[in-house]
C-alpha cells in the first residue's frame, strides 16, 4: 500500500503560492478601496455644489452658506452616515463665488490624489488623470 497524506514539500509548495497570491491581490484590493472612496467624495462634493446652487437660488449669495470653513446647509462628513470619516468637506465662499475642498482623512490620506476640490466654475482639482 502507498503513503496517504501530504508531505511537508507539498505543504509548503502550497504555502509559498497563496502567499504569491496574497502578495499580488491585497495591494490591488487597497487601490480599489480607496478609489471607490474618492468616487464617493466626489458624488458628495457634487452634490454639495447643487445645495449651494439651491442656496444662492433662495438668498442671493453664498457667503452664509459656511461658517468658518465648515458647511452650514450640508454635512462635512463623506460619508454622511458612516462611522468612519473618509474625507471631510470644506466651503470657502464669497457673495457670488465658492470652492468646495474634499480632504481626505486617516486611511484615505495615502490617496495619491490628496484633497479633490470643485469651485463654482466648475474647475476641478487637481487635473491628475484618474482624480476627476
Same mark, same amino acid.
Given at each position: ?28 484590493? &487597497? ?5 471607490? +472612496? ?19 437660488a ?15 446647509? &450640508? ?7 458612516? #462611522?468612519? +470619516? ?5 466651503? #470657502? ?17 495615502s ?17 491628475? #488623470?484618474?482624480?476627476?
Open positions: 500500500m502507498g503513503q496517504r497524506g501530504v508531505t511537508l514539500l507539498e505543504l509548503m509548495i502550497t504555502v509559498v503560492v497563496v502567499a504569491i497570491l496574497a502578495a499580488v491581490a491585497v495591494p490591488s484590493y &487597497f487601490s480599489y478601496v480607496r478609489d471607490s +472612496r474618492r468616487d464617493l467624495a466626489k458624488q458628495s462634493l457634487l452634490a454639495a455644489a447643487q445645495k449651494m446652487e439651491s442656496y444662492y433662495l438668498n442671493m449669495k453664498y457667503s452664509e452658506s459656511a461658517s468658518n470653513g465648515s458647511p452650514t446647509i &450640508f454635512s462635512d462628513k463623506v460619508p454622511a452616515d458612516g #462611522s468612519e +470619516r473618509y474625507y471631510t468637506l470644506t466651503v #470657502s465662499a464669497s457673495q457670488s463665488s465658492y470652492t468646495l475642498s474634499a480632504v481626505p482623512q486617516g486611511s484615505q490620506s490617496d495619491s490624489c490628496g484633497t479633490l476640490s470643485l469651485t463654482r466654475a466648475g474647475a476641478k482639482t487637481p487635473s491628475t #488623470s484618474g482624480c476627476w
